[in-house]
């Protein structure tokens, strides 16, 4: 177990690392390029990975939309309608709570909620259920922000970067012995988001 643990230790210092290039770089979709590949070669070749061991080697890499900057967005965080909290049980990680700190307007999209892990830590959540999901990309949804493991893009409440070209797909996606919290309706768009990582199949 102590072995695993400093894999998972290693995992989130190079997707850390990753997204640090991701912040650094103006040229978006250079970053985006480079976000993919790192992402791959951790997915194909890291202990952690949740691609199953046994299909590492011939794990193909995900399959990622081209970046279109139509759907990268810097906006401002607006309080919701009241407070919100969810309370996510899961399989490895118990009970976890998320607190609603705000939400974001995407124009020509919709909105969603943006929420704070209110465990030890703490972190910025941002999850997505769109009209791709369960066809094109997994069914529960997909992750944009998830800043407690290393995926954040940037900005703050006056200026949050939502770069949907980042969206990826969790790990319960990969393995269904992992359990993952997913989008809920304050989360979900009612239209298309055809850029990201498109599936995990393969």
């Not at 210092?13 to 290039?21: I, P």
């Not at 193909?60 to 965080?77: E, S, W």
């Not at 309080?79 to 995407?106: K, N």
Request: some cysteine.
């Amino acid at each position: 177990m102590a072995g695993a643990q400093w894999d998972v230790l290693d995992w989130r210092r190079q997707v850390a690392e990753l997204y640090r290039y991701v912040r650094a770089t103006p040229d978006a979709a250079l970053a985006h390029r480079v976000w993919v590949s790192g992402r791959d070669r951790l997915l194909r070749t890291h202990p952690a990975s949740p691609v199953p061991a046994a299909a590492r080697a011939s794990y193909p890499g995900a399959v990622v939309a081209p970046y279109d900057p139509a759907y990268r967005f810097v906006v401002q965080v607006r309080p919701g309608d009241g407070p919100a909290r969810r309370e996510v049980a899961t399989g490895t990680d118990g009970v976890v709570p998320f607190e609603r700190v705000g939400v974001v307007q995407l124009p020509g999209l919709g909105s969603l909620d943006v929420w704070w892990l209110a465990g030890y830590g703490g972190g910025i959540f941002l999850p997505l259920r769109d009209d791709t999901s369960g066809h094109g990309t997994y069914g529960g949804g997909r992750y944009l922000l998830d800043t407690a493991k290393g995926a954040d893009l940037g900005g703050g409440p006056e200026a949050l970067v939502v770069d949907l070209n980042f969206a990826y797909q969790p790990s319960c996606a990969y393995d269904e012995a992992w359990a993952c919290p997913l989008p809920a309706a304050g989360n979900t768009l009612g239209v298309p988001v055809p850029v990201g990582e498109l599936n995990a199949e393969g």
